[in-house]
């Protein structure tokens, strides 16, 4: 068994400080900056791009914000600076205050994977799920020589709300995969479903054994232990495949093949309900990832999805597509063209439903004529176009007096009562760039708008639209602008002042309970008798082991 200080994972010494609350004006707010202390050399300095990269965020039941990104740094092993890629957690209350003093470091591996997916949840006691790739199985065999390791495990966390690794400060590893970069959680009921795949190629670039190859998944208990004995082999191809959860228990798996997209209905052990998957378009699209398709739950069980097809080089055509629970197709073997015509400069899809009017409504850019535009199409659950024949402009450009700088989609959402709002950057040069919220009524007339910024660097920006507000997050790139992650909410009525309903969340007793500390160590595993200052481990009277910087 490792001894305590070897399991540790290092938290980090930030300097920057954690802001408080959301923003009560339409400025937005940056709430983790890129000054910060170096955990290795006790040095300030200033993490220039690749501090707080690739943020990434996940709601609670209970209107939490848990927040995940990455930094590229350096590591010392056996005396030597190794690049090292870490992986860092903050979780924001309701109010947006952030919860712990400093960020959580989540892992601490020597690796080079600063390009690799991670991934995000939620599980359904409000803990986060984070999953990882790094160089966990290779670091005790690098040479003198050789700055970071050849390969990368991947490996699955739990983490609660008081910062405690309830799977292990190592988490859930399976160090038998050693290129496995690319990883993703999903969180459906109890359980937990991680996907990665693996590639391993000997000098030849031959794949040595198959059965080690492709892409992997694997039921995670709540408890922490695996649902089977090794993750099942899912396919031989390198894909990154979606889960949404439907109902029973079962969920919506969806994934690619040369005959086309498909979708399958699994059960918890991962056995096919519908007999077998049902390809809902024929086209096959040969990359690593799924990102040109939009899915969101139908609130039936089933799903609506928003693709691009590749119509060759530069053409593309928006598609979109309902399937039911059942397997049936609502729009057709191929679904429903957006734009509605035999004309295909479409690109950059995104999609929500309104379950409550059941109806679908899909945002996209168009390059079509003279004008880069964006444009809204809405259907009802039984493929009826519900805008024009061609949809909605919602903004467009003359590139002639643009310099070529239009749009960039970013998202749309179902408010109460059939309405809708629209997220998207207007883009005014390099690195420059307003945010842009719309609302629209059932009936697609607009009804407000609200301009965010106006010379913003914005970097992976994620959203989430709610009953009662809309929250932005994302990357600000720009040093004179406070660079780093930042924040902003703002109500479905335009206020800045949010209020919540009093009703029950669905959450009971989450994890915050003020545990009684049983034992404290330094980072050498030395017993001590009360907290040092900097860096101790604790372990609670429960067993679990939390981190703690005084």
């Not at 707080?52 to 039941?61: G, K, L, N, Y």
């Not at 695996?226 to 109902?247: D, R």
Request: hydrophobic share 35%.
């Amino acid at each position: 068994m490792k001894k305590l200080y070897a399991l540790f994972i290092l938290a980090m010494a930030s300097s920057a400080p954690a802001l408080a609350q959301w923003n009560t004006n339409a400025t937005p707010k940056c709430i983790f900056g890129l000054d910060y202390t170096d955990p290795e050399t006790g040095e300030a300095k200033q993490g220039g791009d690749y501090y707080a990269c690739s943020p990434q965020v996940a709601r609670t039941a209970d209107k939490k914000t848990w927040i995940a990104w990455r930094t590229w740094g350096k590591k010392k092993v056996n005396g030597i600076n190794r690049s090292a890629v870490r992986t860092f957690l903050q979780l924001l209350d309701r109010d947006g205050n952030p919860q712990f003093s400093e960020p959580i470091m989540v892992n601490d591996y020597s690796t080079t994977t600063y390009w690799s997916k991670y991934g995000l949840g939620v599980a359904a006691d409000g803990s986060a799920i984070v999953t990882v790739a790094d160089g966990r199985s290779e670091e005790a065999t690098l040479s003198d020589d050789q700055e970071h390791p050849d390969g990368f495990s991947p490996a699955i966390y739990k983490i609660d709300q008081e910062g405690n690794f309830l799977w292990g400060l190592d988490g859930v590893e399976f160090r038998q995969f050693t290129n496995a970069a690319y990883t993703n959680c999903f969180v459906v009921g109890e359980d937990t479903y991680f996907t990665f795949f693996n590639t391993t190629y000997d000098d030849s670039g031959i794949a040595e054994d198959m059965s080690n190859i492709g892409t992997f998944i694997m039921r995670i208990n709540d408890d922490g232990t695996c649902a089977w004995e090794q993750p099942k082999h899912w396919s031989n191809e390198f894909i990154q495949p979606q889960i949404l959860p439907s109902t029973d228990g079962e969920f919506l798996l969806f994934d690619k093949s040369p005959d086309g997209s498909l979708v399958h209905r699994m059960n918890r052990e991962l056995e096919e309900v519908w007999g077998e998957p049902v390809i809902y378009d024929d086209n096959y699209y040969g990359g690593y990832e799924m990102n040109h398709y939009r899915i969101v739950s139908d609130g039936e069980g089933g799903a609506c999805v928003a693709f691009q097809r590749f119509m060759g080089q530069f053409s593309h055509n928006i598609r979109v597509q309902h399937i039911n629970a059942d397997g049936s197709l609502g729009f057709g073997l191929t679904g429903l063209d957006a734009y509605n015509a035999e004309e295909y400069d479409h690109n950059y899809p995104s999609i929500a439903a309104n379950a409550e009017t059941k109806e679908i409504l899909v945002q996209f850019a168009s390059d079509l004529g003279s004008a880069g535009e964006i444009r809204h199409q809405k259907f009802n659950y039984d493929g009826d176009y519900l805008y024009d024949e061609r949809g909605m402009t919602v903004a467009s450009k003359d590139p002639s007096t643009s310099n070529g700088y239009m749009f960039s989609v970013k998202g749309i959402g179902a408010l109460p009562d059939g309405n809708w709002v629209a997220i998207y950057h207007d883009l005014a040069g390099y690195d420059r760039a307003s945010i842009i919220l719309r609302w629209y009524d059932k009936d697609g007339n607009r009804t407000m708008s609200k301009t965010i910024g106006r010379d913003l660097g914005i970097s992976d920006m994620s959203y989430f639209v709610e009953p009662e507000a809309i929250y932005l997050f994302y990357r600000e790139t720009r040093p004179e602008k406070a660079p780093g992650i930042t924040i902003f909410r703002i109500g479905i009525d335009g206020t800045y002042n949010v209020t919540y309903p009093d009703t029950p969340t669905g959450i009971s007793d989450v994890h915050t309970a003020n545990q009684q500390a049983q034992q404290v160590f330094d980072l050498n595993g030395r017993q001590l008798s009360q907290p040092q200052r900097g860096l101790n481990i604790i372990r609670k009277a429960d067993g679990s082991v939390v981190k703690q910087l005084r």
